[in-house]
């Protein structure tokens, strides 16, 4: 069965700081999605990346970046230099590779970052 | 990318009544996804709509209590029946790209008193 695992639920850093955002998952697929998505305060939920299971390459979007392990079933979300408007709830969510192309989603990591 | 709009964007309503909630995408998508987020809580999956055909309710969601229609490839409604202050959520439109990108409305916020 499909899971993903986002053990932090809430973490707290002081502006500049850097900051990793734990995701592990499950599946028996070999071929799935993995996705990162932001909720601020305001409620909507922002895409933020996809990547598929072929594709292991780290991926780096100005202060964002993503470590991607297959071997050990985890899709970490790094912020550099965090800044106060990064405070948010992240979910981490996967979805398989079956045509049905559900996402299941991580239960949430809320970040605070204080000026 | 896919721009999703919904509405209604929020919602009182009364215990018994029914609120449709409409969900528009600015192209062609493959899927289109139905979404509860429950207060302080993750995302769970109501049901996947389908073009032209009757959608794929998950567990714990029936069609009676939530239908859906999906007349185009643009267009989909969710309808909450018979609501229950438990029905208080917010409600997400979902929309799936050929290129495995799932983008998200700006959500229905209800309230049922």
């Known amino acids: 069965a499909q899971k993903v695992t986002q053990a932090q639920t809430e973490i707290s850093v002081v502006e500049k700081e850097d900051v990793t955002l734990d995701c592990v998952y499950e599946t028996r697929d070999t071929t799935y999605y993995l996705f990162w998505y932001k909720q601020p305060p305001s409620g909507e939920l922002v895409f933020l990346i996809r990547r598929n299971s072929f594709d292991e390459q780290n991926e780096i979007s100005g202060r964002y970046s993503w470590n991607f392990q297959k071997s050990t079933s985890s899709f970490n979300f790094t912020i550099t230099a965090s800044q106060v408007v990064d405070s948010a709830v992240y979910f981490c969510a996967l979805s398989e590779g079956d045509s049905s192309y559900k996402l299941i989603f991580g239960s949430g990591t809320r970040l605070l970052v204080r000026p | 990318s896919a721009v999703i709009s919904q509405k209604p964007s929020r919602d009182i309503c009364q215990r018994g009544t029914s609120l449709t909630i409409q969900c528009q995408v600015d192209?062609?998508?493959?899927?289109m996804f139905w979404y509860r987020q429950q207060p302080g809580q993750s995302l769970t999956l109501i049901a996947t709509a389908n073009q032209g055909s009757e959608a794929t309710y998950e567990s714990g969601f029936v069609i009676d209590k939530f239908p859906i229609s999906r007349p185009n490839l643009t267009f989909s409604t969710l309808t909450v029946s018979n609501m229950s202050p438990e029905d208080s959520s917010i409600y997400l439109c979902s929309a799936r790209t050929g290129s495995h990108e799932q983008f998200f409305g700006p959500g229905t916020r209800l309230t049922v008193l």
């Open positions: 192209s062609q998508v493959t899927m």
